[in-house]
């Protein structure tokens, strides 16, 4: 039983080895996908490039990186988004007070 969407995901033994891993991923139920053979020799046989993935359907490229190297860029990729809207409301109160003051 997947104890982030009570429902039965995938193995018991599956779900312990990558929850693990994950962390705190409460309320989500984003079921990790098994790497393949080829996908595992790729990822221990990068030193300096991650590898890549291709989706056929759609050729979007992704990129397999270690799930605490995500955490990290995306908390990066977060604070950006939260100080570019900071700012663009910063610079709408500037210009409106700018126009009062005139």
């Known amino acids: 039983m997947c104890r982030w969407c009570s429902k039965d995901c995938?193995?018991?033994r599956v779900m312990a080895d990558w929850s693990r891993q994950a962390g705190s991923f409460e309320g989500q139920c984003d079921m990790p996908i098994l790497l393949t053979e080829d996908q595992q020799h790729a990822l221990d046989?990068?030193?300096t490039q991650p590898?890549?993935?291709v989706d056929p359907r759609t050729n979007a490229a992704y990129v397999l990186i270690p799930l605490?190297?995500?955490q990290a860029v995306r908390?990066?990729?977060e604070d950006e988004k939260r100080?570019?809207?900071f700012r663009t409301v910063s610079h709408a109160n500037t210009g409106r007070r700018l126009a009062e003051a005139s």
């Open 10 to 12: 995938f193995s018991e």
């Open 45 to 47: 046989s990068t030193d």
């Open 51 to 53: 590898p890549q993935v």
């Open 68 to 70: 605490t190297d995500y």
């Open 75 to 77: 908390e990066l990729v």
């Open 83 to 85: 100080q570019r809207a």
